[in-house]
């Protein structure tokens, strides 16, 4: 042995000091290289220069090491086959190596990326494990193609997979990107209070990674797709305003006519009847035509007024029931004696009756109220304007008009709720203060919504 | 219920929604909630022809949807049983009738013939008009609760034909009239609820311009002079001959046609009589067409209305007469007499004219003739007024309003 090694040391000791030669320029090349590496990386500020740093500094002396054995092998006296092997396998180490390094540093600089979203964890998962696969699958058909594999049927196999699973996956796919760019264009986050195309409003209460999930003031939770959502015109509101300690909970009010068989001639018998008349009768002849001819502006007066007009040909004292301003009163006892005071006064400066045509008496009807909630619950003034675009000219009338005559007090169902949560007294006050009798309802829903909204901009 | 009548109505709840809101449908679907799985029993003389049984094919259907176990039957009777009906029915509208003895025979033998045939399954049992009416003699035996709908013009009924239907009205729970001059001094509650026209059916739906002409040409209305056009049945009660009477005046000045246009149903064997008297009047004059249409030609109907310049409703006597409520759904303006349920539709002068004579539909056809503007701006209030107030999804909440109230003796319900 010691007698070969004399004959043939230089066979060694070439190869040996070329690959100690490689250690020592990998050595130095490394710390060059990183240090300046690291210097202009801190000054350009980026997250993610400490993990680069680190996951690269050892593999690139580890290259070093490979190159240095690549070459020392090169350079030595083993037979050509067994040189060929050697050398194939330190490239296939170094393919191996380089997979696995990007592997390594691509999922680390994707967390330092998505650690500032939180709603993106499971999707990010998705994609690590999609990146991972991908690199793999790569690294794996260069080795193979490396040691004289044959790949086309290989790749046409891998082709056909992941054309069927990205068909297969299409929407799953676009809402997992969708969902990154609403999250990453922070488009809406948890608690705003987003507006869709569609119409339907409420607070976002999830965003996952395919749907967003959004719960209306009527109770509804709509999930929209991530890919839906982008595609959509949404108004985001923003964050909640103070809360009620009470939500506001909306009611209809619905109504049956009922007839009673009374009717009038004449003044005498029209005063005689309203005076003995229960208030739903008085109701239904002075609101009645706010909801059958809700589209007039302005709208017809009482049905007295009409009556006495066009059935008795009396327009003077037509225009003085017509002027009875109904919004004065809070009750429709002080309402109906108002009515009956000025036709006995009427009366007892023109005495005299005059009949009507036996075709058009006075039909008294008397209305049968219904209350029903509805699904609608506000808790803030956002919600609330949100539903009172929402709801029912009828449930409308019962907070504005019928609570009035309720509460036996100016003032709307709204305007107490408002007063009342918020302390808004000047909001509350300006709601009050609309008269809804000389605006058609869709008119009067419009106002109150303005008057919000420019409290709440 | 006739499978085939179901059939025909498969419109959803929610096809209404592009035309009345989303929250409309919702109200309606809060107040079947609270009548889910109460079965509703409609009772009427006739599937076909008429006001009722249109506005049964499509509300028990409808009511389905909402979750009310809603049907529909129909009593029989012979030809004989269906002429006395029909004088009940004049009379009620107070036209002077004679009746014998066997009218009133045969009026209680056929009624007793259906109390035992029909099979009566319900929590609410709803009779419409006169011919079922004495059904309520079941009322013991069958329990529930029991609502008479009247859907005629009852506001000078014929005394002794009101005494007589009077002793079984009083046995139900509840009556239901269209319009608040009908109502009569009884001891039971007495509801008003407005009938309603469907904007989804082919008498209502929109109509392109190629299908209206295809109509006009099929019965040669084609020569452009403004078309007066009134839709309904051959009957005295709907007075054509007056319509004719007042259309010639108008000719007079302003060049126009005049279109007669109505069917007959299997209750009403006068039709073919009223018709008759209707083409002598017309003679042989170019500009009035007399167009008998089978039952179903509703497309035929709604092109017509579409077509008219004006439309006419000149009844003596009327229910409520909804032919209005679909030319105003049209966005026509409409000339009609002040009787029965009309002036609820018709406000004179804000969602159309209305007249009292031949000489006053004269006078209002003439100012909508020369006057489009403003016969363009009645129109247009008269479709607002019929959304508001006669499409089928108003009528759908009373129906439900009035099943919830029917027992109920307080003036507020809170649900």
Not at chain 1, 21 to 47: D, E, H, M, P
Not at chain 1, 113 to 137: C, D, G, H, Q
Not at chain 2, 233 to 246: N, S
């Amino acid at each position: 042995m010691i007698e070969w090694f004399q004959q043939n040391w230089l066979l060694v000791v070439v190869p040996l000091a070329i690959f100690l030669a490689f250690c020592v320029i990998g050595l130095w090349a490394r710390r060059v290289l990183y240090t300046n590496l690291n210097r202009s990386l801190t000054r350009s500020g980026w997250g993610g220069r400490e993990v680069l740093i680190q996951t690269t500094r050892g593999p690139f002396f580890f290259w070093f090491i490979l190159l240095g054995l690549y070459v020392a092998i090169a350079f030595s006296s083993i037979p050509e086959d067994t040189k060929t092997l050697i050398i194939k396998i330190i490239a296939s180490i170094f393919i191996i190596s380089i997979v696995w390094l990007l592997i390594i540093l691509s999922e680390r600089l994707l967390s330092i990326y998505l650690s500032e979203f939180e709603n993106v964890k499971r999707p990010a998962k998705y994609i690590m494990i999609a990146l991972r696969s991908t690199l793999i699958v790569v690294g794996l058909l260069i080795l193979l193609d490396y040691w004289g594999w044959p790949l086309t049927p290989l790749i046409l196999l891998i082709a056909i997979i992941m054309l069927v699973i990205i068909l297969a996956s299409r929407d799953a796919i676009l809402n997992i990107f969708s969902g990154f760019e609403i999250t990453a264009s922070r488009l809406v986050k948890e608690g705003d209070f987003i507006k869709i195309g569609s119409g339907d409003a409420g607070y976002v209460t999830d965003i996952g990674w395919r749907n967003v999930v959004v719960r209306t003031p009527d109770q509804i939770t709509i999930v929209i797709p991530n890919s839906k959502l982008v595609r959509e015109t949404i108004v985001n509101y923003g964050h909640p305003l103070k809360k009620a300690a009470e939500p506001f909970h909306f009611y209809t009010r619905l109504h049956l006519k009922e007839l009673t068989g009374l009717k009038a001639t004449n003044l005498i018998a029209l005063v005689n009847i309203l005076k003995a008349a229960p208030d739903s009768i008085v109701y239904y002849h002075t609101h009645h035509f706010l909801e059958e001819y809700q589209y007039l502006n302005p709208e017809p007066a009482n049905d007295f007024a009409l009556w006495v007009g066009d059935a008795l040909d009396n327009p003077i004292l037509s225009e003085k029931l017509a002027n009875i301003d109904t919004f004065e009163f809070t009750s429709l006892a002080s309402l109906k004696n108002a009515l009956i005071s000025v036709m006995e006064q009427y009366m007892i400066e023109n005495p005299g009756i005059r009949f009507t045509q036996a075709e058009r008496e006075f039909h008294f009807v008397k209305v049968v109220n219904i209350i029903a909630p509805t699904n609608y619950y506000a808790s803030d003034l956002r919600e609330f304007v949100e539903v009172l675009r929402k709801v029912t000219l009828d449930s409308l009338y019962y907070h504005v008009f019928e609570s009035r005559l309720r509460l036996q007090r100016r003032s709307s169902d709204f305007s107490v709720w408002i007063r009342d949560s918020f302390d808004e007294s000047d909001l509350a006050e300006k709601i009050d203060n609309l008269v809804p009798y000389t605006t058609t309802l869709e008119g009067l829903r419009s106002e109150i919504i303005q008057l919000i909204e420019k409290r709440i901009k | 219920m006739d499978n085939a009548i179901i059939n025909r109505y498969k419109n959803r709840l929610e096809d209404y929604q592009p035309i009345v809101g989303k929250n409309i449908i919702d109200e309606l679907k809060i107040l079947g909630s609270h009548l889910t799985g109460r079965k509703v029993q409609n009772v009427n003389s006739t599937f076909s022809g008429g006001g009722v049984a249109e506005i049964l094919a499509r509300m028990v259907p409808l009511l389905k949807q909402l979750g009310v176990d809603a049907s529909w039957d129909v009593i029989e009777g012979d030809e004989e049983f269906f002429n006395v009906t029909k004088k009940f029915h004049n009379a009620l509208h107070g036209q002077e009738e004679t009746f014998t003895k066997d009218d009133l025979n045969i009026f209680i033998e056929t009624s007793r013939r259906n109390n035992e045939n029909m099979a009566l399954d319900a929590d609410i049992f709803y009779i419409h008009d006169p011919q079922p009416i004495m059904l309520v003699e079941r009322k013991k035996s069958s329990g529930g609760d029991w609502i008479w709908r009247c859907h005629v013009d009852v506001s000078h009924p014929d005394k002794e034909v009101w005494k007589f239907l009077r002793k079984y009205i009083v046995g139900y729970d509840a009556t239901v009239f269209s319009a608040p001059e009908f109502s009569q001094q009884l001891p039971v509650k007495q509801y008003m609820i407005s009938p309603s026209i469907d904007p989804l059916s082919d008498k209502n739906r929109e109509m392109s311009q190629s299908e209206i002409q295809s109509v006009l040409n099929k019965y040669g209305l084609g020569n452009g002079k403004p078309m007066v056009v009134q839709i309904s049945r051959f009957d005295y009660l709907k007075d054509p001959v007056g319509v004719i009477q007042a259309f010639r005046m108008v000719r007079k000045g302003i060049d126009c046609q005049l279109v007669l246009a109505g069917g007959t149903a299997t209750d009403d064997p006068e039709s073919t009589r009223v018709l008759e008297d209707v083409r002598e009047c017309a003679g042989n004059d170019p500009d009035i067409k007399i167009l008998p249409i089978p039952p179903g030609s509703d497309l035929e109907i709604n092109a017509l209305q579409r077509a008219a310049t004006v439309v006419f409703q000149k009844s003596l006597k009327e229910g409520f007469g909804l032919t209005i409520s679909e030319a105003l759904w049209k966005g026509k303006p409409v000339v009609a007499t002040a009787v029965g349920g009309i002036p609820q539709q018709v406000r004179n002068k804000v969602t159309g004219l209305l007249c009292h004579s031949v000489e006053g539909a004269a006078w209002a056809l003439k100012q909508l003739l020369s006057n489009p503007e403003y016969a363009a701006w009645l129109g247009k209030n008269g479709r607002e007024h019929v959304k508001q107030n006669f499409l089928i999804t108003r009528h759908i909440k009373e129906y439900m309003l009035l099943f919830i109230a029917v027992n109920n003796p307080s003036d507020t319900i809170n649900l």
